[in-house]
C-alpha cells in the first residue's frame, strides 16, 4: 500500500486545513486509516483514525471537537478536516494504514506510512 498526503500549509490562528491521504495497490475499505504528527524535536503523536468497518472514528483529546477524520472509500482517500487551529498545532502530519485492525493509536499498529506534510499555524 503506497500513501500519498497532501493539503498542509500556512495558517493563521483560528484558520481550518483539510489534508487528504490518496492510498493505492490495496482494497482501501480493508484498512485503518490514522493521522500522526510530529512537531520540531517532538515524537509522533497519534491525531485521529477511522475504522475499516463501521467508520468508527476516534481521536486525540488535544484535537477533538476541532478535528473531523473521514474517508472516501469510493476515492481509496483519508482526509483530515482541522478547523480553530492553534500554533500547537504545527508539525508535519503522517497518515497511516493498518490492514483489518482494532488498534487505532499506536505508531507500532500501522503498516504502511505516507510522506507527510507540513502545517504551519502562525500566533
Known amino acids: 500500500v503506497q500513501l500519498q498526503a497532501s493539503g498542509g500549509g500556512l495558517v493563521q490562528t483560528g484558520g481550518s486545513l483539510r489534508l487528504s491521504c490518496a492510498a493505492s495497490?490495496?482494497?482501501?475499505?480493508?484498512?485503518?486509516m490514522g493521522w500522526f504528527r510530529q512537531a520540531p524535536g517532538k515524537e509522533r503523536e497519534f491525531v485521529a483514525a477511522?475504522?475499516?468497518?463501521?467508520?468508527?472514528?476516534v481521536y486525540a483529546e488535544s484535537v477533538k471537537g476541532r478535528f473531523t477524520v473521514y474517508r472516501d472509500n469510493a476515492r481509496n482517500t483519508v482526509y483530515l478536516q482541522m478547523n480553530n487551529l492553534k500554533p500547537e498545532d504545527t508539525a508535519v502530519y503522517f497518515c497511516?494504514?493498518?490492514?483489518?485492525?482494532?488498534?487505532?493509536?499506536?505508531?507500532?499498529?500501522?503498516?504502511?506510512w505516507g510522506q507527510g506534510t507540513l502545517v504551519t499555524v502562525s500566533s
Open positions: 477511522i475504522s475499516w468497518i463501521a467508520e468508527i472514528t
Open positions: 497511516a494504514a493498518k490492514y483489518r485492525s482494532s488498534r487505532f493509536r499506536g505508531i507500532y499498529d500501522y503498516d504502511y
Open positions: 495497490g490495496g482494497t482501501f475499505g480493508d484498512y485503518v
